[in-house]
T-cell receptor, first 112, second 114 residues
Framework: QKEVEQDPGPLSVPEGAIVSLNCTYS??????FMWYRQYSRKGPELLMY????GNKEDGRFTAQVDKSSKYISLFIRDSQPSDSATYLC????????????FGKGTKLTVNP | ETGVTQTPRHLVMGMTNKKSLKCEQH?????MYWYKQSAKKPLELMFV???????ENNSVPSRFSPECPNSSHLFLHLHTLQPEDSALYLC?????????????FGPGTRLTVL
């Protein structure tokens, strides 16, 4: 079993839809959870960061972590064409940043 | 220039060539990283430098050779590469190696090995 599983998609939705992106993981020691967004021909940029379990909201974006199920989610409300990108989940346990483990990324297209 | 810059943005090389990728960060960070991003695969960490000392080498083939002359610059020297090495090579930096520190990525170098 891979440490982090993420459905690569692609996922295509109409503008205004609610988008749900998910990752599952196997390492129960993970406690730092991140979502990166990567536009075409650009490097990833940090979108959301959550420590341990719970929810975090930032504008139209909500990150959820369920450690009991080893499952994390990113919700995008009122999706916009500018949200079209690849979304990568990433997570790590204690230790250095070199321990960060990424998912494969989900390619999202929001159609106007 | 701001953030993390990488040159060249695109590189095509033959298997017998020697080339180098360059990364520069303008953020005053102390840690720098090389990642490989291949289609349908997760980002793979190749090398980490912290305060110019190599911290980790994730069993990367010796045809990839990193160099970190100072905390702002990072190079990846390439020689006798294979076609399967074709990928997007991303450089990143962070304030330190603490897992809570955000990694800032450059735009990457798209490498094609013929």
């Amino acid at each position: 079993q891979k440490e982090v599983e993420q459905d690569p998609g692609p996922l295509s939705v109409p503008e205004g839809a609610i988008v749900s992106l998910n990752c599952t993981y196997s390492n129960s020691a993970f406690q730092y959870f991140m979502w990166y967004r990567q536009y075409s021909r650009k490097g990833p940029e940090l979108l959301m960061y959550t420590y341990s379990s719970g929810n975090k909201e930032d504008g139209r974006f909500t990150a959820q972590v369920d450690k009991s199920s080893k499952y994390i989610s990113l919700f995008i409300r009122d999706s916009q064409p500018s949200d079209s990108a690849t979304y990568l989940c990433a997570m790590s346990a204690q230790g250095g940043s070199e321990k960060l483990v990424f998912g494969k990324g989900t390619k999202l297209t929001v159609n106007p | 220039e701001t953030g993390v810059t990488q040159t060249p943005r695109h590189l095509v090389m033959g298997m017998t060539n020697k080339k180098s990728l360059k990364c520069e960060q303008h953020l005053g960070h102390n840690a720098m990283y090389w990642y490989k991003q291949s289609a349908k695969k997760p980002l793979e960490l190749m090398f980490v430098y912290s305060l110019e000392e190599r911290v980790e080498n994730n069993s990367v083939p010796s045809r990839f050779s990193p160099e970190c002359p100072n905390s702002s610059h990072l190079f990846l020297h390439l020689h006798t590469l294979q076609p399967e090495d074709s990928a997007l090579y991303l450089c990143a930096s962070s304030q330190s190696r603490a897992p809570t520190n955000e990694q800032f990525f450059g735009p990457g170098t798209r490498l094609t090995v013929l």
